[in-house]
């Protein structure tokens, strides 16, 4: 499903790789393939739009400031109920303190369940995808789990970090993480004191979250390890344990002083490596399995050093460049499980629907379940997400989506939300009836052609149309109705074009 890495980008210099793409290759398949790979789909109305404006000025609207989003209902509760909940863990009583640990856990499952529907509802809207993707990449760099952290609002706190700092200097957001009561609880921080100094957090940020192997050296993270200790958190603030932290001299990249955590990221970011690490993390997410030449990502590490690692520039740079819309890397990166998700739901025009355990169950099935990556390394990506367990949950999810909810198959509270967004005025959950009757409605050429172009365009005039035609045309003699588009569809979205964007 991939091209040979840098076939494309091989005729251009390192530097004419980065420079905007040409108004004269500026056209539909090109807008298609910018929403799609920072979005989740290209919905009409934005390709219209997008087409319409040119790489540069979406890309400047778009990564103007991160979407707006408020603070769960249920974390702030766990927040505010956090220091009693403490309390009560701690206490002498081994059958208090057990039941308080199972009130902790269930409180931070249900209010991870509603940061997870929340979010998605949030990166769902057209106008907020490429924002919420662009977070969904850096928390897939500066990685933390549940599974380890272990409450839900530490998680938020750390997604927050990130969206406070995405579009701003690099350097100001790995200082802030390094800070996350998240972080620190997950890579060991908390138990890291002078006289024994945790290595793991010194040891990923160098590997995974800024510079990459082979760039530093073990007593590099020896030493950085000492200068990060006495970093605590309490409840999610972070605090500085001075009688904890090691204030001795250190040597680091062969600069030696009596360092602390910031002054390691001062000089992390003085590391040609630090230049080259995040946009080649970009190329891994956005654009192909397989790295880029290094002398293409050396430019631009240099350009973007050169720009005190400014975010938002990258942004703009990476995504309006001739490389990123090289015939190379179009129409062939395997879709996530939550960009196939979200995809679906713009190209369907559906809301996600209030229901976590059905929905974060698909995501499961699929190989990607939010806020709980399998390891500090975060999703691989690619070929892993398909095989045949998690084809088949795709076709689940589709045949989910086509139908009206089983309303009976869902629990007392999840009835309650559903009803309580009936309420809202929200009931396009799944596909609506009057939409498959519509296109049921077409002559069978001109349904065809409408169901292709909208959702799998690059099959447009290939032998796929005419072998729908001739499924509506036989359809139609034998069971007439909205069955066959239903049919046709479902097939469509679970066709192999479909699972790459």
């Known amino acids: 499903m991939q091209s040979t890495p840098g076939q494309h980008v091989q005729p251009l210099s390192a530097g004419e790789a980065w ?30 739009q997008v087409l319409r404006d040119g790489p540069v000025a979406t890309l400047e609207r778009y990564f103007a400031a991160m979407p707006q989003f408020p603070k769960p209902y249920l974390i702030g509760k766990l927040e505010r109920d956090g220091p009693e909940l403490y309390r009560q863990i701690n206490d002498p009583d081994p059958v208090k303190k057990r039941q308080a640990a199972q009130i902790a856990q269930e409180r931070s499952r249900e209010a991870l369940a509603d940061l997870t529907i929340k979010w998605l509802q949030s990166a769902s809207l057209p106008q907020n995808s490429p924002g919420e993707k ?57 138990q890291s004191q002078k006289q024994a100094p945790n290595e793991n957090f010194a040891r990923e940020l160098f590997e995974l979250f800024t510079l990459g192997e082979g760039n530093y050296t073990e007593n590099d993270i020896k030493q950085a390890a000492r200068a990060f200790t006495g970093y605590r958190q309490r409840q999610g603030d972070f605090f500085f344990a001075r009688n904890q932290h090691d204030s001795g001299t250190k040597t680091i990249f062969s600069q030696t002083g009596d360092f602390d955590g910031d002054a390691v990221l001062d000089l992390v970011f003085r590391q040609k490596a630090a230049g080259t690490f995040l946009p080649k993390e970009m190329v891994r997410f956005y654009l192909s399995d397989e790295p880029l030449p290094a002398r293409f990502t050396d430019a631009l590490g240099d350009w973007w050093a050169g720009e005190n690692y400014d975010l938002r520039k990258l942004a703009v740079k990476f995504f309006s460049s001739r490389a990123f819309f090289s015939p190379a890397y179009r129409g062939n990166f395997i879709k996530s499980p939550i960009q196939f998700y979200l ?74 939300d559903l009803a309580a967004a009936y309420a809202d005025g929200v009931t396009n959950f799944t596909l609506d009836e009057k939409r498959l009757a519509d296109w049921a409605g077409l002559p069978a050429p001109d349904r065809a052609r409408q169901l292709v172009a909208l959702f799998v365009p690059q099959l447009r005039g290939t032998a796929v149309e005419g072998q729908l035609i001739s499924f509506f045309e036989h359809s139609a003699r034998h069971s007439p109705g909205s069955g066959a588009a239903r049919e046709a569809l479902a097939t469509l979205l679970e066709s192999p074009q479909y699972q790459l964007c």
């Open 19 to 48: 420079q905007p793409l040409p108004p004269a290759e500026w056209n539909e398949a090109a807008a298609r393939h910018l929403l799609l790979r920072i979005g989740f789909s290209a919905p009409p109305a934005e390709l219209v």
């Open 134 to 190: 662009w977070l969904l990449f850096l928390q897939d760099v500066w990685v933390v789990g549940i599974d380890k952290v272990k409450n839900s609002a530490l998680i938020f706190a750390h997604q927050d970090s990130l969206r406070a700092h995405a579009l701003g200097s690099n350097v100001a957001l790995a200082k802030a993480l390094s800070r996350s009561g998240a972080m620190i609880l997950y890579l060991d921080l908390q």
């Open 343 to 416: 995809g679906l739901a713009q190209d369907l025009n559906l809301s996600v629907a209030p229901l976590p355990r059905p929905l974060i169950g698909a995501l499961r099935l699929m190989g990607q379940m939010p806020f709980n990556p399998p390891n500090v390394r975060g999703w691989v990506g690619g070929r892993s997400w398909i095989n045949s367990a998690t084809l088949a949950a795709r076709r689940q999810l589709i045949q989910a989506l086509l139908q009206p909810i089983n309303e009976e198959a869902l629990n007392g509270d999840e009835q309650i």
